[in-house]
C-alpha cells in the first residue's frame, strides 16, 4: 500500500493563518496592504514570509510544492467563506 499524501489543513483566526499538514506546522500572519487599494484583501499574505515550518521543525524549510498547496488551500478556504485572500 502506497504512503497517503496529506493535504494542508487551513485554521483562520482574527490575526492568522494556521496551515497544518501532516506533524508540522506554519503560522502566517498578515502583511500590510498596499496604499490606495481600490478594495482592499481581508487578508495579505507575505510569501517571504513563509519559508520554513514553525518549532520544533525551524530547520525545515517548505518545498516549493508544499507552498503550492498550502496557496491553494488558503484560496480555497477564504473563497469558500466569502473573503478576499492576496499573496505578494
Not at 55 to 67: H, K
Request: net charge negative.
Amino acid at each position: 500500500m502506497g504512503k497517503r499524501r496529506l493535504e494542508p489543513q487551513i485554521t483562520l483566526t482574527e490575526g492568522s493563518i494556521r496551515v497544518r499538514w501532516a506533524d508540522r506546522v506554519v503560522t502566517i500572519l498578515p502583511a500590510a496592504s498596499q496604499p490606495n487599494t481600490q478594495e482592499p484583501a481581508d487578508f495579505v499574505v507575505d510569501m517571504d514570509s513563509i519559508l520554513y515550518w514553525d518549532a520544533p521543525n525551524e530547520s525545515v524549510e517548505i518545498a516549493v510544492e508544499e507552498l503550492q498547496a498550502i496557496m491553494q488551500t488558503i484560496e480555497a478556504e477564504f473563497d469558500k467563506l466569502g473573503l478576499v485572500v492576496e499573496f505578494e
